[in-house]
């Protein structure tokens, strides 16, 4: 009701559990799935990898604060999340601009997701960044930390359309299905914290 009421967003479809939101999704080919991460039967952590597979973002939208299927569901492709609390207006602005290839985050949980990427393991092996161009790595590290395509072309000093456009080949060349898997891999391969200005060349 509050996405429709918004004229913003078009709602076409609703589904009660993670297979039938994947049913959905292949009907009805949404360019978001809003997804919950507690359901019966197929989950929200796998529902997002399958939707996000077809091509579909997705933005959780989760009671908790933060736990492992937050996580599990941001590196299975989650364009961003928030929490249940967050107001309509929050919503409406978070479908929008995940429609738009940004990612989101709830505000009151930035840093405990930080933090919780910081103390975990690094995972031994990940794409191959040595496909990336010096550029692209460079876009990659302003991704990992959470810079938006104006705040990226800024700092870069490019057009907001070049930053676009570099953001999408990256994501190509990496086989990554959104931003936020972009900077969670930058954060992996180091590109973010106080050794990183040796790693970008």
Do not use: W, Y
Request: hydrophobic share 50%; net charge negative; aromatic share 0%.
């Amino acid at each position: 009701m509050v996405l429709e009421a918004s004229g913003r967003v078009e709602v076409v479809g609703e589904a009660a559990d993670g297979a039938a939101a994947v049913a959905q999704c292949r009907a009805l080919e949404p360019d978001v799935v809003v997804m919950d991460l507690r359901m019966p039967g197929t989950d929200g952590i796998a529902a997002t990898g399958q939707v996000v597979a077809r091509g579909t973002a997705v933005l959780v939208l989760t009671t908790f604060d933060l736990d492992e299927l937050v996580l599990g569901a941001l590196r299975a492709g989650a364009a961003g999340f928030l929490l249940k609390t967050a107001d309509g207006a929050q919503l409406v602005d978070a479908v929008v601009r995940v429609a738009a290839g940004e990612g989101v985050l709830a505000p009151e949980v930035t840093r405990t997701v930080l933090s919780s990427l910081a103390a975990a393991p690094r995972p031994v092996a990940g794409p191959d960044l040595s496909v990336l161009t010096g550029r692209e790595r460079e876009v990659l590290r302003c991704l990992g930390e959470g810079l938006s395509n104006p705040e990226l072309a800024q700092r870069l000093v490019i057009s907001p359309l070049t930053a676009k456009t570099h953001v999408s080949r990256l994501l190509g060349k990496l086989g990554l299905a959104s931003r936020v898997q972009a900077a969670l891999l930058a954060r992996d391969a180091g590109l973010v914290g106080p050794a990183a200005d040796q790693r970008i060349e």
